[in-house]
């Protein structure tokens, strides 16, 4: 069974993009790549260094900031970390207020430039399974399989909230699915690599799935 595939899932919020990816690529033998937290990565590093006089993320300002960021994903215990500038911040990209403020990130066409090449140069030799928003429209526009999640909008926001719960976020579940259709709409409506299905993309609709079942209903498309 050939290993040099290059598979691109894309989807919305909390269908289980990444958890989903990772146990696919240990499966397969193929490098995950997370590119949703390369973008979050961004964001935090705005969130700590870019704020302007009331708080508040200063975009401008992040975009002069992007030649001081350097983000990697580096190898451990067979997952790869997310390091900023040198620190592991696979936790910290996933508060509450990284989310909130991801989208509008992720829209600035310097930031997409900016993150581009690095996930190309990834998936150049093959054997890889990249999630996101625009992989299989933009990214890796060639890909041998695409895949396209989604689920309802509550289904996503209850596995959401466990997952902050987890993390030791104290945030109603009314509010996680406000943010997550927030998300939806900018990300979805963007100028620059918008979400959506390309063409050639296998839609999954996850609502009523479990994670393996999901796992196993990619896997039996990939020969």
């Not at 006089?53 to 067979?78: A, G, H, M």
């Amino acid at each position: 069974m050939t290993k040099n595939w290059v598979i691109a899932i894309d989807g919305y919020s909390s269908t289980g993009k990444s958890s989903i990816s990772k146990v696919i690529a240990k499966r397969l033998g193929l490098i995950h790549m997370d590119t949703g937290a390369l973008y979050r990565g961004i964001t935090y590093y705005g969130l700590m260094h870019c704020l302007d006089n009331n708080d508040n993320l200063d975009l401008q300002q992040l975009i002069l900031s992007l030649p001081r960021i350097n983000l990697v994903f580096e190898k451990k215990d067979d997952e790869l970390q997310l390091i900023l500038n040198g620190n592991n911040i696979d936790k910290e990209i996933r508060q509450p207020i990284v989310s909130e403020n991801v989208s509008q990130v992720a829209k600035l066409p310097e930031v997409r430039a900016f993150l581009l090449d690095t996930q190309r140069n990834i998936a150049k030799t093959g054997g890889v399974i990249m999630d996101g928003r625009d992989i299989g429209t933009i990214v890796l526009p060639n890909a041998d399989y695409k895949f396209f999640l989604t689920a309802s909008p509550d289904e996503r926001a209850k596995r959401r909230h466990l997952e902050l719960l987890g993390f030791g976020e104290n945030i109603s579940i009314e509010e996680v699915k406000k943010n997550l259709i927030d998300r939806d709409k900018i990300d979805s409506e963007r100028d620059v690599a918008p979400l959506k299905q390309a063409e050639d993309a296998i839609l999954i609709d996850n609502s009523d799935l479990t994670k393996e079942q999901t796992i196993e209903l990619i896997i039996s498309y990939i020969k």
